[in-house]
């Protein structure tokens, strides 16, 4: 499928705001509502726009999220390689992501859970027993700075600190 600019700026519009109404967009754009309509439609139906999504900053109101980025070395099949492990691994709900690699891994699997200890239950009960599962490394992340272009980091307000003067 060949994009124009437009399409190319209409899409990059959505990706930054997916709540802009297609009047906003039009105003945006200079394309006509219709045209943006039938776009977005035609964009869904063809899995060019995947899924809306909000982003939720869940520290804000105190709930426990871990996210973890879990390293997969992979014993790929003959004749398939990677696809059919990780088609396999995109049906458990815990993994919100599924990646292949370049490097010393094949596969980043993001997953989140409440707590370190559920993300290394699963770890250690679904993911590793799997016989084409070589070895797993698991890196939780401690703290979001930035996430999809939004700063979480800075935000927050701390206690003022005090000019010192000699």
């Known amino acids: 499928m060949l994009l124009t600019e437009d399409d190319r700026r ?6 930054e705001d997916t709540r802009l109404t297609p009047e906003e967009l039009s105003a ?8 943006i309509i039938k776009k977005i439609k035609k964009w869904e139906q063809e899995k060019i726009i995947a899924k809306y999504s909000v982003l939720i900053n869940w520290e804000l109101l105190g709930e ?21 492990i990780a088609k396999r691994l995109q049906r458990f709900p815990e993994i919100r992501s599924v990646y292949l690699l370049s490097g010393n891994s094949d596969l980043c699997l993001i997953i989140e859970g409440r707590t370190m200890h ?9 993911l590793a027993p799997i016989d ?4 797993t490394s698991t890196r939780f992340i401690l703290r979001r700075y930035k996430q999809d272009g939004v700063e979480f980091f800075g935000e927050e307000k701390g206690p003022e600190r005090l000019m010192f003067t000699p």
């Open 10 to 15: 209409l899409l990059r519009l959505l990706s």
């Open 28 to 35: 945006q754009t200079s394309l006509s509502v219709d045209y």
């Open 64 to 84: 426990d999220r871990v996210t973890a980025f879990i390293d997969v070395k992979i014993n790929p099949q003959r004749g398939h390689g990677y696809d059919n």
């Open 118 to 126: 559920e993300i290394a239950q699963f770890v250690s009960d679904k």
């Open 132 to 135: 084409l599962v070589e070895s």
